[in-house]
DNA sequence: AACTCTTTGTGACATCAGTCACTGAGGCGG
DNA sequence: CCGCCTCAGTGACTGATGTCACAAAGAGTT
């Protein structure tokens, strides 16, 4: 890696120890990807854990059928939870991960993460709090899903899409309803619902959103 | 702990080392609890790591309305990562666990659960390969709720309840429509259905698991 | 302007799942 | 045997969601 990238992450890991930044300076690889390619696919034999340094990236589960919805989204900082398992177990993939953004990764390679387990203190609390925080978040969207109405499920969804990426959804319908595994014409009912209530304004291609917290009566 | 609850310690817990197994008889509570027990409910606060030494956990997740479903089972040798999670930040459990049989259980206070981490490498193994074990049936629970309907996740949750039960399944329609959130009529139905295809026999309280794993046409 | 592509809106309809009301079957205690 | 309870079966209905068909609107291209 190149000096300027260095100061990146290091600005972006601030808990991991000197001497496993050096390591990780030297070993891995820098990825940048463009808005829209995919960094993992399903059925892939991860290799790598994934870290992202700047940009926004979308974390799918994908079934036999192409279905897909949205887990998480990955933000400047953390890791991907996922490729850490799957690459530990040299395991094929069983999710999907998209840059929504142009975006930087830092690829480690499976034996290095396994290695620093032992060896860095900071990693490895680094990864229980990764496995820790992205189990919480798979727990609400099952939740979500488990218990709500697409309504409300909706609502999560452009709550959790509003704090990552702030109050313009661009978006398409289709593109919700892909990542909600819904259909296109009962989010557009559901948007235009809440766009009456005034929580949204509707616009060709992205959603202005201006208050998803309230609660929306029958 | 006496003596002869270390010998059934011992043979669950393999993997973690002498010392550690020390500080565990020491430290440790060993808990009997009987079938229908909640070992863990929904809103306390988690003080305690939970591992398992006999018997059969249940694990749920709860909404607000007091509806339920169920995320995984724990067998001897397992840790429940969810108490994990919850005592290392200290955290009200949102979730449910429940004794199926009679079971023993082991509390590891949080501090010194945390503590080992540091300490014992193989407690630190231990717990990571808990969290990716639970991450992965998450997955799998969510992608039958995401993804299939319910006469599949039905299929998918008799599968699981044979694999750690046996062909006898004794429960009630109603209980199987709670764990699915479910009710009870939609199940008996279906289970009707997997009747006449002769994947099962339906009797009063209990179900005679012959076959799930055919194909069923629609 | 005419064309074309994508996105969004909308009504009609089908299906799955949940609910209600009721029946009947099995088991248990008096 | 009778009463009572839980569990299971069933038909009728409802509502949410998905599907189909088609219209309309927006935006870029020629």
Redesign the pocket.
């Known amino acids: 890696m190149e000096k300027t990238d260095k100061d990146v992450v290091l600005r972006q890991f601030p808990h991991l120890e000197q001497a496993l930044l050096d390591e990780l300076l030297q070993q891995s690889n820098l990825k940048k990807v463009e808005a829209g390619d995919e960094v993992m696919r399903t059925g892939q034999y991860i290799k790598y854990t994934i870290l992202l340094l700047s940009g926004l990236l979308k974390v799918y589960r994908e079934d036999d059928e192409g279905n897909e919805f949205l887990i998480y989204y990955l933000e400047p900082g953390n890791a991907c939870a996922m490729s850490m398992m799957c690459s530990a177990r040299n395991e094929q993939s069983q999710i999907k991960a998209k840059a929504v953004t142009d975006a930087e990764v830092i690829l480690v390679p499976s034996h290095l993460s396994e290695l620093w387990l032992g060896k860095y203190k900071t990693w490895h609390s680094f990864v229980i709090a990764s496995y820790r925080q992205r189990f919480e978040e798979l727990l609400q969207t099952l939740d979500s899903i488990a218990f709500k109405?697409?309504?409300e499920?909706l609502l999560f969804y452009l709550r959790r899409h509003v704090k990552v990426s702030g109050n313009e959804v661009r978006l398409?319908?289709?593109?919700i309803?892909d990542e909600?595994?819904?259909?296109?014409?009962?989010?557009?009912?559901?948007?235009?619902k809440l766009?009456q209530t005034g929580a949204l304004t509707?616009?060709?291609?992205?959603l202005e959103i201006h208050d998803l917290e309230r609660e929306f009566g029958?």
């Open positions: 109405a697409l309504d499920r398409s319908h289709q593109q309803a909600l595994n819904s259909s296109r014409e009962v989010i557009s009912r559901l948007l235009k766009e509707l616009h060709r291609n992205y029958s």
